[in-house]
């Protein structure tokens, strides 16, 4: 599975993105797809996933802000971010699971197949 994330870039606290994930050599409904954050000197976090049953998982610091989602069609995930903020300022990756996953990914270690990553940045 190759992922591929795109969608980062440069905004004001209070602005919205959406970050986009798509694989090839896949299909990406089949597996559990998470977003994951690293902010310089801090470990790879999970911000929000998707499991391959359609369950869901945000990080408390993003719940109400944050929506995860799948097109089926355009083999794509997604990550809107609302109302950013100061502190989520981070390299975001998309990566899924090997396998089928009922639950959703919730540990780096749960992921297998990983993107090269897109940088967000908040900042006035």
């Known amino acids: 599975v190759h992922v591929v994330e795109s969608g980062g870039g440069v905004v004001q606290p209070g602005d919205s993105l959406r970050l986009s994930c798509t694989a090839s050599?896949?299909?990406?409904?089949?597996?559990?797809v998470g977003w994951f954050c690293q902010a310089p000197g801090k470990e790879r976090e999970v911000v929000a996933s998707v499991s391959s049953a359609g369950s869901t998982f945000y990080a408390d610091s993003v719940k109400g802000r944050f929506t995860v989602s799948r097109d089926s069609a355009k083999n794509s995930a997604y990550l809107q971010m609302n109302n950013l903020k100061r502190e989520d300022t981070a390299v975001y990756y998309c990566?899924?699971?090997?396998?089928?996953?009922?639950?959703?990914?919730?540990?780096?270690?749960?992921?297998?197949?990983w993107g090269q990553g897109t940088q967000v940045t908040v900042s006035s």
């Open positions: 050599r896949a299909t990406l409904d089949f597996y559990a």
């Open positions: 990566a899924t699971s090997g396998d089928y996953t009922p639950d959703p990914l919730k540990n780096v270690d749960d992921a297998t197949y």
